[in-house]
């Protein structure tokens, strides 16, 4: 059983302070959402591990992978996602990286990421691959 319960008080001060004379409408709504056990279980994880480029355009440049957690940091000296080019990318200011966040699939600025992740997103695309720019 589930009992809802709705307290009217706040409504009838808003009406009051709104000098509402009774026939005005007010509407008052809210709204869910739910998963089933199955698609809780089918949320993709995020990835363990991540490709990028690190120390690119330096002597040490390599094609490396490493912990998810520690991208955040990599990205912010210069790394990049993905495999080493033979031109990187253009460095931009304030590079942006591609990641899925309940299936939706979005840009954010690297200083957020680690912010994303703990809300369960994945660094790349909803379709499984990585990426970024």
């Known amino acids: 059983d589930v009992t809802l319960t709705f307290d009217i008080r706040e409504i009838a001060e808003?009406?009051?302070?709104?000098?509402?004379?009774?026939?005005?409408?007010?509407l008052v709504s809210s709204s869910t959402s739910h998963k089933t056990a199955a698609e809780a279980r089918a949320t993709p994880a995020t990835p363990e591990n991540v490709t990028i480029c690190h120390k690119p355009g330096k002597?040490?440049?390599?094609?490396?992978t490493i912990a998810t957690a520690n991208l955040s940091s990599h990205i912010g000296h210069?790394?990049?996602?993905?495999?080493?080019?033979?031109?990187?990318p253009a460095p931009s200011p304030g590079a942006n990286v591609?990641?899925?966040?309940?299936?939706?699939?979005?840009?954010?600025?690297?200083?957020?990421?680690?912010?994303?992740?703990?809300?369960?997103a994945t660094v790349g695309s909803c379709s499984g691959g990585s990426g970024g720019s």
């Open 78 to 88: 210069g790394d990049y996602l993905g495999t080493c080019a033979v031109a990187p």
């Open 59 to 64: 002597a040490g440049e390599k094609t490396k």
């Open 98 to 120: 591609t990641i899925c966040l309940l299936g939706a699939e979005i840009q954010i600025n690297t200083s957020a990421l680690d912010g994303y992740l703990a809300l369960g």
């Open 14 to 26: 808003m009406s009051e302070r709104l000098n509402f004379d009774g026939t005005q409408v007010v």
